[in-house]
């Protein structure tokens, strides 16, 4: 079975500062990684896609995200926190080695960038 | 615009009273599903459809029912709600890799 853990609940951040949200993923193939951003009474949004290629994928909003697969993680980055990051971010995994796939999403990590 | 949008946005209703909350999208994907988020929980898949007429179950799907009549619509209904049905639901169509979701309908079950 695949699964996501984003392993904080919360991350508080200083506006200009860089940012990381964790994300570590399990899957049995391929895996196919995103993150996605919900803001407040608002459904989610893509924000970046890892699918092959480039470890370091760049994404919407000055987003990043690098792959590692030894440690099987897909961290999301941005060089410079803005108040208006503020959001909660979801991490996501699917199979990518064919057939029906299933995406798994983690639990989520509030993101609160402080003025 | 592409996307996906969900009716009611917020429904209050009691236990035991049949409703169905729409969904449609005008990106002809085949491929459709529905979750419900609750807090501490994330994202979990209720029921997806891979198709017209191809529907299967996703992690908790107990409690509800979908049909794939028409590309564009995936309604979910829940025939008999139950106050453990309360959460915040998102429909969701995929191409190749992304997926779209809708803005979300809130339901409340007295």
């Known amino acids: 079975a695949q699964s996501v853990a984003q392993p904080e609940d919360q991350v508080n951040v200083a506006e200009g500062n860089p940012l990381t949200v964790k994300c570590t993923y399990s899957v049995s193939g391929n895996p196919y990684l995103f993150w996605y951003v919900q803001y407040p009474n608002r459904g989610l949004q893509f924000l970046l896609k890892y699918i092959t290629g480039d470890n370091l994928v760049k994404g919407s909003y000055g987003f990043e995200a690098e792959f590692n697969k030894s440690q099987t993680s897909f961290h999301l980055k941005k060089p410079s926190a803005l108040v208006s990051d503020s959001a909660l971010y979801f991490c996501?995994?699917?199979?990518?080695?064919?057939?029906?796939?299933?995406?798994?999403f983690g639990t989520g990590t509030k993101l609160q960038v402080i003025p | 615009e592409a996307q996906v949008t969900q009716n009611p946005r917020y429904l209050i209703t009691v236990t035991g009273k049949k409703l169905t909350v729409t969904c449609s999208q005008n990106?002809?994907?085949?491929?459709m599903s529905w979750y419900r988020q609750d807090p501490g929980l994330g994202l979990r898949q209720i029921y997806y459809s891979m198709n017209v007429e191809v529907t299967d179950k996703g992690d908790v799907p107990e409690g509800y029912k979908v049909s794939r009549k028409e590309k564009r619509n995936f309604p979910l209904i829940l025939e008999s709600p139950s106050p453990n049905q309360t959460s915040l639901y998102f429909c969701?169509?995929?191409?190749?890799?992304?997926?779209?979701f809708g803005p979300g309908t809130r339901l409340t079950v007295t």
């Open positions: 990106m002809n994907h085949e491929y």
């Open positions: 969701a169509s995929r191409d190749r890799y992304e997926q779209y």
């Open positions: 996501a995994v699917r199979d990518g080695s064919g057939g029906y796939q299933k995406v798994t």
